[in-house]
């Protein structure tokens, strides 16, 4: 049971490149989320998907799409990398009382 | 204000000891409320979830709920060095969960 799946780790993209970060979980969870993580400033949501079909921006959604493919798939896209995104990116899958969370990746933007 | 507010810390604690971590929120309608342990360079990891006011004890750990006050907190009795991490304090609303900045633990041998 692999649970929750990331790709990439790690990222190195230039000023202005795009890629998308993807996620799967093969728990038949119906939500899903992203978030990033910065020092200090703890997890914050990105965009979450309640459910197959629907997608909702969360705090901080500029610079960054998703898309729910599926049940089992969200990836998030970044159109034009900037410094800023810099982070580390955490998918999540939540059923009832628990968020199970990807391994993470790792993005510098330089 | 933001929805989940907790202190970074660090907090340090001598081994034996009890640490107490501490949250607030600012959704009343907030529904369940969670506790993760974070690992430098891993991924979250569910400690504990309370929904009811009162208190919840799982081995060394105890969650404490007070939506009147809307505050939630975790106690860990006898704390050992393996306990030193990031405690993210959680918290769901309709549909989301947002987590706070985290509070560092450090255990002190």
């Known amino acids: 049971n692999a649970g929750v799946t990331q790709t990439p780790k790690f990222q190195v993209l230039k000023t202005g490149q795009s890629m998308t970060l993807q996620c799967a979980q093969d728990m038949n969870h119906n939500s899903m989320y992203w978030y990033r993580q910065d020092p200090g400033m703890g997890l914050r949501l990105i965009y979450y998907s309640a459910s197959e079909g629907t997608t909702d921006k969360g705090e901080v959604p500029n610079g960054y799409n998703v898309s729910r493919l599926n049940k089992r798939e969200f990836s998030l896209r970044l159109e034009s990398a900037a410094p800023s995104q810099t982070s580390v990116y955490f998918c999540a899958s939540t059923f009832g009382t628990e968020a199970f969370f990807g391994q993470g990746t790792r993005l510098t933007v330089v | 204000q933001k929805e989940v507010e907790q202190n970074s810390g660090p907090l340090s604690v001598p081994e034996g000891a009890i640490a107490s971590l501490n949250c607030t929120y600012s959704?009343?309608?907030?529904?369940?409320f969670f506790w993760y342990r974070q690992y430098s360079g891993k991924s979250p990891e569910l400690i504990m979830f309370i929904y009811s006011n009162g208190d919840k004890e799982d081995g060394r750990f105890t969650a404490q709920l007070n939506k009147a006050s809307q505050y939630v907190s975790l106690l860990i009795r006898d704390s050992q060095p393996s306990d030193s991490a990031t405690y993210l304090c959680?918290?769901?609303?309709?549909?989301?969960?947002?987590f706070g900045i985290g509070t560092k633990l450090q255990v002190i041998p």
């Open positions: 959680a918290v769901r609303g309709y549909q989301k969960v947002t």
């Open positions: 959704d009343r309608g907030s529904q369940s």
